[in-house]
């Protein structure tokens, strides 16, 4: 069966026209404001800042001094280490240090079982980083 002159011409013009509208609708649905990505970059900053905070801050306390120390684990390497982990790193390991905090807190935790786990989550800062180095 052929297809008639007119109706092929019609086609194409449907055609090219449907293609000259489309990139503009991508383009526009594509548009990020810059506004909101310096917005999102900041956010990202100030999270990662806050989770670093949280670190240091649950490495410095003189129970988890101690049990870095009973482990042979340097303090201060720990907690320089922390500013090179990814942020999902750090937020992972900024999530379990506050919630062993407040576990330890309300008195769900043992000062043992505290330890325990400071050195754990000091192991896997060093790890992290170790593995990422390489």
Avoid: C
């Amino acid at each position: 069966m052929a297809i008639s002159k007119p109706l092929r011409r019609a086609a194409a013009i449907l055609a090219a026209a449907s293609l000259s509208v489309v990139p503009g609708v991508a383009q526009e649905a594509h548009v990020v404001p810059l506004s909101e990505l310096q917005a999102a970059a900041v956010a990202a900053g100030n999270q990662r800042q806050e989770n670093i905070s949280k670190l240091e801050r649950f490495f410095t306390g003189e129970t988890a001094e101690k049990a870095l120390e009973t482990v042979r684990l340097n303090g201060h390497q720990v907690r320089d280490a922390i500013a090179s982990l990814d942020n999902q790193e750090l937020a992972r390991l900024a999530a379990r240090a506050e919630k062993a905090n407040s576990d330890f807190a309300a008195g769900s935790l043992t000062n043992q079982e505290l330890t325990y786990i400071v050195i754990a989550l000091g192991t896997a800062v060093l790890i992290l980083v170790i593995v990422a180095a390489r």
